[in-house]
């Protein structure tokens, strides 16, 4: 088998991974993300990339992935809110644990439903929320300190991004193996 059988999949990706780079540096130099996410946001796009992946490699999944991220964004926001009120009434300590065993039931009951059952997704959908409000809004100076609402709107735009990268990492796979293919069957 030849070699460059092998070598174009590869190259694809880290084309694609280039492109979207360079894409993330004009946006955090250039537009309302440099505001929000002053190093970017690419690292977002690609744990939704990888999400795509996960998901089974079609839209369906990614469309699954995209709602687990609302949904883990949304989870952030109650445990940020709800660990602040309890916090007040059981001490700063027990405040965020106690946001975190109420609002994670729920989350965990989204994989009874078809459309809502990624749950990983929806773990890294709240983990880079939360990783952008405790390292950008929670201490780190940044020339904006945003919403909740800005922020989330800020991964989601990057959780689409992954995805989409994911879906074209697969068509144009696709199309080069289905090129292959035929021309061995010649």
Known sequence: ?????????????AILATVMQIIDQLLAANTIVGSLL?????????????????????VKGGVKAFIAYVI??????????????????????????????????????????????????LFVGAGAYFGIMGYIAGGVAAPYTGSF???GLMELFYCVFG????WLTVTFRTAY????TAKAEK
């Open 38 to 58: 002053a190093g970017g946001g690419s690292w977002i796009a690609f744990q939704a990339w990888a999400c795509y992946f996960l998901g089974g490699c079609n």
């Open 72 to 121: 883990g964004i949304a989870a952030s926001i109650g445990i940020m809110v709800l660990g602040g009120w309890f916090g007040g009434f059981v001490g700063g300590f027990f405040g965020v644990p106690l946001a975190i065993l109420i609002i994670v039931i729920p989350c965990i009951c989204c994989e009874k439903v078809e459309i809502l059952s990624y749950v990983p997704a």
């Open 1 to 13: 088998m030849k070699f460059s059988k092998y070598i174009v999949g590869p190259i694809i990706v």
């Open 177 to 180: 193996e289905k090129s292959v």
């Open 163 to 166: 995805l989409v990268w994911g």
């Open 149 to 151: 609402v800005a922020f």
